[in-house]
Nanobody, 123 residues
Framework: VQLQASGGGLVQTGGSLRLSCAAP??????TTWFRQAPGKEREFVAS????????RYADSVKGRFTVSRDNAKNTVYLQMESLRPEDTAVYYC???????????????????WGQGTLVTVSS
């Protein structure tokens, strides 16, 4: 299953973007966004549980990013506000039907990944 990530682009500091992660025909227990900045390791950003919509955020994005899902469209969104240059990265969505809550921030817990979408925030 290939997740379809989209919505990246170039934005100025303080701007907004909305990323999408579509999973045609599939539902998952959890979908999570990770990001990888140039020269850095991939890191956890935000996660949502399909049942109940429970969310979790990295401290660096709390209050600025919002993760949501549209069950009818099998799509998860990442609304990013007040963007900063340090948010510049390739953003990946990942999903799995059996990831447990204690492993939600671990990349190895996810078998299905999107191709990545580049977000560039200019200063």
């Amino acid at each position: 299953v290939q997740l379809q990530a989209s919505g990246g682009g170039l934005v100025q500091t303080g701007g907004s973007l909305r990323l999408s992660c579509a999973a045609p025909g599939r539902t998952f227990r959890r979908t999570t966004w990770f990001r990888q900045a140039p020269g850095k390791e991939r890191e956890f950003v935000a996660s949502i549980k399909w049942s109940g919509g429970f969310t979790r955020y990295a401290d660096s994005v709390k209050g600025r990013f919002t993760v949501s899902r549209d069950n009818a469209k099998n799509t998860v969104y990442l609304q990013m506000e007040s963007l900063r240059p340090e948010d510049t990265a390739v953003y990946y969505c990942a999903a799995d039907p059996s990831v447990i809550d204690s492993s939600l921030a671990s990349q190895t817990a996810y078998r299905y990944w999107g191709q990545g979408t580049l977000v560039t925030v200019s200063s």
